[in-house]
Structures are given as C-alpha cells and as structure tokens.
C-alpha cells in the first residue's frame, strides 16, 4: 500500500492529464502541489523534467532523492533545495539550460526557495523577512550601531583612548556586563535557530520517511536517525562532499571550469569559524573552572585557538567575498546575494577586529578596538539565525534526513536507488 503523499495519481486523474495534453490544455494540479509559490512551483516543475531525463543523476544528493519521487510538495521541495550545495555542476551539464525553452536551471531554483526556507522558518517570522532583503546593509549598519554606542560610552567614561599600565579588558567593560550583554544575546540567537531548524525537520521528516513497498498500514511519521546515517551525514557536512561536482573535480564558479576554491574557502571559514568558538569556550573553562581571567598569551590554548580561526576566517571570508563576486549569474538568486555579502561582511570584521585587538593589546589604541569588536560580534550573533548562517544548520538537518531516506527501501521501484 502506498503512503498518501507518495501515492501515485489515480487511474481517473492520469486519464484527464492525458486528455489535457492532446487538447493543449494546461495540466489541473494535483492535491500534492497545490498552496505551492511561484518559486516552490518552479522547483516542482524542473525537477519533473530532470526525472525524466536523470542525466545529472551521479551530480549530487539532490538527484537521487528526486529519482525516489514522481510529485513534489512543499516538504519535498523545500528539502531537496536545502539539500542542493550550489555547485552549478548540473547547470553546465544540462541540455535543456537556458537559453533552451525548457530553461533548466536547478542551482538558481533551488538557491530561491533555500532564501524563501530561511524567511519561512525563521523564529520570530519579521526578523528573517527583514534580514532576507536588507541583508548586507543590516549587518553592517548594526556593527556599526553597536560599535558606536560602546564607543560613545567609553568617551563619555573618558576611557575611550588610553589607559592605565597593566590594565586588560575587564579594566574597560568589567566582565560581569560583557556577561550580561553576550549571554541573551547569544542565547537567543541559539534559540531561534532551534525552533527553526526543529520546524523544518518536522515538516521534511515525514517526507522523507518512506516506507517497503507492498507494506500494509501508514507511512512511520518520522524513520529514525541512525548512528550510520548520522555518521555519513556528519562526514558530508564536515568535508563538504558535494561542492565536489560530483566527480571529484570541483564545482563551478565563473564558468563552466572546475574549481576546488569554494570548497577550499568554505573550509577556511568553517573551521576557522569553529576554532574561534573553541577558543572562546576554552577560555570560559579557564576563567570560571581554572580560575585565570583573561587576556591570555601564547603559546596558551585559547590564543593559539582564537589566533589560527582568526586569521584562517579573513583569509577564507576574503576568498569567499572573490568568488562571490566572480560568481557566474545564473548560479544563484540575485536578490540573496546581499544577505551573503552581510554575513561574509560581519565574519571578516570579526576576525579582523579580534586580530587586531591582539596585536594592540597594551597600546591606548585598545579600548576602542575592543568597543569595535565587541559591536561586530554582537551584530554576528544577533543576526546569525536570519541569515548566510542559517544554510549550514538547515543543510546538515537535510542531510540528515537524506541519509536516513536513502536506507530506506523505496516506493516506487523504477530503476531508481
């Protein structure tokens, strides 16, 4: 028995699409695509295409999670786009691309209804629609708010430039009020991405739930995550596995060339990133367990930690920040392109400012240095669910969920996985 939202179109319903075509009428849609928008609807329609052509099957996850369906809903769209890395590989390969009357294009596709997905799921809605249009101009207007407002109360402390010898940066914002401004403002950036990404893994989950064909009963709403499944979908985020093009050569930028620097700049940024937020966890370990404050100096952990991810994410965000601007135009949504530059924006003045800090540590330049960095990092955190940020917690849930489908028997049994 077939699941309801797997199940083929009835005998009736075939017979009317059939005579649809003959007379050149559009196709009624069915139950499964309807309330759908015009990018989801778009999405359903190229992938109709692709199942049938499944040229670019080898390409990426994408492709054999659509060979396990004949209708796309919302879930399966919305999955499917945040399963698909952007590489480009299909784009270049396809024969029915633009300028083709079909005008194929997957990556552009799917780049817009991964934008639509961050807007949908974001946790409070108005805070992602807002971030999704002003993306670039947000971040760095509230860096700059936040920085000028530390700032102006440093001058109006009269700390703003100079200092006492010996003095650290508890001296210029005592650490239980870095506590109290960090803390909820981290905490809830961590909030909302849960109720996002949670949100999401219950609409795609049973979507991706598939059970034996021939089974009596309903579909399980959700198949359980794996340690299998979980492990290969952790080594798929960790290596970045499908901005490989699929044949192990590199996706697409500019052209039709393979290339391995976005895989390259997005490692550098990833685990650059990851090394920051070591450090600075190792370094609430030493303040609170071993009982040594901060500033540290080499060759502790926590500045080996925090100078590696520093200057690993300028070099990253500024090769990333190339590319991006290199990047062939029908590769992505042109609309999302200033939420990337916003969050591409705030990783590097970041790093920047944080190495910078270092390298004036003991100067009269350092307070207001640390008021800048101070601002950008609570810009970063403020916006991290409601932007760039948000495409890698989504991504790992959708390769989660595609790794726990492609163990599952499939429905339809026509030659696909």
Excluded at 48 to 63: K, L, P, S
Aim: glycine letters at 8%; hydrophobic letters at 45%; aromatic letters at 10%.
């Amino acid at each position: 028995m077939q699941t309801p939202d797997k199940a083929l179109p009835p005998l009736e319903a075939l017979a009317r699409d059939a005579r649809a075509l003959a007379n050149g009428e559009p196709i009624p849609p069915h139950a499964m695509t309807t309330h759908l928008t015009a990018a989801e609807s778009e999405v359903a329609r190229q992938l109709q295409i692709c199942n049938g052509c499944r040229y670019c099957e080898g390409f990426c996850a994408v492709f054999p999670a659509m060979t396990r369906r004949l209708e796309f809903g919302k879930a399966d769209i919305h999955f499917m786009a945040n399963l698909c890395h952007n590489c480009g590989a299909c784009l270049h390969a396809c024969q029915y691309a633009p300028p083709h009357e079909f005008a194929i294009n997957v990556p552009q596709a799917m780049a817009t209804v991964r934008g639509q997905t961050y807007a949908d799921y974001a946790w409070p809605p108005a805070l992602g629609t807002l971030y999704q249009r002003n993306g670039l101009t947000l971040s760095v207007a509230l860096a700059a708010g936040l920085a000028l407002f530390l700032l102006l109360a440093l001058a109006l402390n009269g700390t703003l430039w100079g200092m006492a010898p010996g003095a650290n940066f508890y001296s210029v914002f005592p650490h239980n009020l870095l506590v109290g401004l960090f803390a909820p403002v981290f905490l809830f950036a961590t909030l909302a991405l849960a109720l996002g990404v949670r949100r999401f893994w219950r609409d795609v989950s049973p979507a991706t739930s598939c059970h034996a064909p021939g089974t009596a009963g309903p579909a399980t709403p959700s198949a359980p995550l794996t340690p299998a499944a979980t492990q290969e979908a952790l080594g798929n985020v960790a290596t970045l596995k499908y901005l490989d093009g699929g044949h192990g050569e590199g996706c697409n930028n500019a052209d039709d060339a393979y290339t391995h620097a976005r895989r390259r700049a997005h490692h550098l940024t990833f685990y650059g990133f990851l090394l920051c937020f070591a450090a600075t966890s190792v370094a609430t370990l030493y303040h609170y367990v071993l009982n040594q404050p901060a500033p540290y100096a080499l060759p502790s952990l926590p500045k080996l930690l925090g100078v590696t991810g520093g200057v690993m994410l300028v070099l990253g965000t500024l090769w990333l920040f190339k590319l991006n601007l290199q990047r062939h135009p029908l590769h992505g949504d042109a609309a999302q392109k200033p939420m990337d530059m916003g969050f591409i924006a705030l990783l590097f003045l970041t790093s920047s400012s944080g190495l910078a800090l270092w390298l004036a540590g003991g100067t009269s330049a350092m307070p207001a240095l640390l008021a800048v960095h101070l601002g950008v990092v609570m810009a970063l955190f403020a916006t991290l669910p409601y932007g760039k940020f948000a495409h890698g917690v989504f991504r790992t849930a959708a390769l989660l969920r595609h790794n726990v489908e492609k163990r599952l028997p499939s429905t339809l049994a026509l030659g696909d996985d």
